[in-house]
């Protein structure tokens, strides 16, 4: 059964910084693209990026809404999908989702920007 | 960036009517390799979108025969006949075409 298990949400001052991960099990991690995607509360999910497979070296694709403040990477030996996320603002509050393809979801975590 | 726009439900909708739910990208989705790209969620309350359709008109594993979807390049709809009470959420579509992949502002269906 494929899982996707995200943690290390909460609450950071604007201007901070948090990693959020991805705990993924059920599935050959490295055959397949993962993506982080967002939701602001009460609007529609927002796409933040990519990282892709093996086959396609890893590579990664930014939504320009974060590119250049968010980082995505992935540990291949723990079956764990990160997300950097520095220089937070205020907007950045949101459920943060892990996603394998678009198939499987986890069930989020939140992130709130407040000081 | 594609823009994905969708049209509102006449809400409430009876139980065990149909309903269609409309999407229009600014973009065409209909690749050279002849599938359009593009994914129907529904996101019931609290929880995480759930993947209904994709490649437009293709039912995700465990989906019920009540939804369907079918479009052109850029016109697309979401049906669902015989409307249940686990019907009930918000409905999104979304292009993976072109990146950053996009979402529709979602579509709302409440039961009467």
């Known amino acids: 059964e494929v899982k996707l298990l995200e943690s290390g949400g909460g609450l950071v001052q604007p201007g901070g910084s948090l990693r959020l991960s991805c705990a993924a099990s059920?599935?050959?991690?490295?055959?397949?693209?993962m993506s982080w995607i967002r939701q602001p509360p009460g609007k529609a999910p927002e796409w933040l990026g990519v990282?892709?497979?093996?086959?396609?070296?890893?590579?990664?694709e930014y939504n320009p809404s974060v590119k250049g403040r968010f980082t995505i990477s992935r540990d291949n030996t723990q079956n764990i999908l990160y997300l950097q996320m520095n220089t937070l603002r205020a907007e950045d509050t949101a459920i943060y989702y892990c996603a394998r393809d678009a198939h499987y979801w986890g069930q989020g975590v939140m992130v709130t920007v407040s000081s | 960036d594609i823009v994905m726009t969708q049209g509102a439900l006449p809400n409430p909708v009876p139980s065990g009517e149909s309903a269609s739910i409309t999407c229009q990208s600014s973009?065409?989705?209909?690749?050279?390799?002849?599938?359009?790209?593009l994914n129907w969620y529904l996101q019931r309350p609290g929880q995480s979108p759930q993947l209904l359709i994709y490649w437009m008109s293709t039912r995700a594993s465990g989906v019920s025969d009540r939804f369907s979807g079918s479009g052109s390049g850029t016109d697309f709809t979401l049906k669902i006949s015989s409307v249940e009470a686990e019907d009930v959420g918000v409905y999104y579509c979304?292009?993976?075409?072109?990146?950053?992949?996009?979402f529709g502002g979602g579509t709302k269906l409440e039961l009467k």
């Open positions: 979304q292009q993976f075409l072109e990146y950053p992949r996009t």
């Open positions: 990282i892709r497979n093996k086959a396609n070296g890893y590579t990664t």
């Open positions: 973009k065409s989705l209909l690749h050279s390799n002849g599938k359009t790209y």
């Open positions: 059920g599935f050959t991690f490295t055959d397949f693209y």
